[in-house]
């Protein structure tokens, strides 16, 4: 026992540096997340979230209700890609509320989100393919940081809203549910006219229910 005890006195003896250095980094860490996570609760701005959301207006109403949620990390595996689009959405303004990202790079994050949301309606998709009767419904699909108006709290935002709607949006203005989806009804309208113009910001896809 004592030559156990002598072994392991004499590792922390020519180890000592490596190990201080070791504890000041974990707790340097610790602090450093306690301190980030503060912060984003004080700002309620949590851009490690993904949050889908279907867009919908039923009755005159805008109703916007949360398909999915998960951690950006849990979506976009890859850590240059999860990097790129967190820092992308600080850059989304009052003006055009949709992710900023290179062209040729839309598809594969929004490929990313769409497995995520295609796994929620698989159980479709096979009716649909054993003959089944299903309603199949085209929607549109694209990420947004939302940064003007009062919002409760900004995420990295997946809209997802009928193909139909979207390119056919009613002029009068809908009913909200909430004072704060005023933000949401701006945002939609910016999209509409965004899919006009930039498609290759969207990605279309078909669900079966």
């Known amino acids: 026992m004592r030559e156990l005890t002598d072994a392991l006195v004499e590792h922390a003896a020519d180890h000592w540096f490596k190990i201080a250095t070791g504890v000041v980094l ?7 997340g306690r301190f980030r996570a503060k912060t984003a609760w004080k700002k ?9 959301t279907l867009n919908s207006i039923r009755g005159g109403k805008l109703r916007i209700r949360t398909i999915l949620e998960k951690r950006c990390e849990d979506v976009f595996l890859n850590s240059v890609a999860l990097a790129t689009i967190t820092a992308a959405a600080e850059k989304t303004t009052a003006d055009d509320a949709i992710i900023p990202l290179p062209e040729k790079d839309y598809w594969y994050y929004l490929n990313d989100v769409l497995n995520e ?3 929620k309606f698989a159980l479709g998709q096979l009716q649909a393919d054993i003959g089944k009767p299903v309603k199949e419904v ?4 694209t990420l947004t940081c939302e940064s003007d108006g009062p919002l409760r709290t ?11 709607l979207l390119t056919n949006l009613p002029q009068k203005i809908p009913e909200f549910e909430s004072k704060y989806h005023i933000t949401r009804w701006n945002v939609v309208r910016q999209l509409a006219k965004a899919y006009e113009a930039t498609p290759h910001r969207f990605l279309e896809m078909e669900l079966c229910l």
């Not at 974990?26 to 450093?32: K, Q």
């Open 26 to 32: 974990m707790a340097a860490g610790w602090f450093f």
């Open 44 to 52: 309620k701005k949590f851009l490690d979230r993904l949050n889908v």
């Open 117 to 119: 949301i295609a796994e």
């Open 138 to 141: 085209r929607y549109l699909l």
């Open 154 to 164: 900004r995420k990295i935002r997946a809209m997802l809203i009928r193909k139909e």
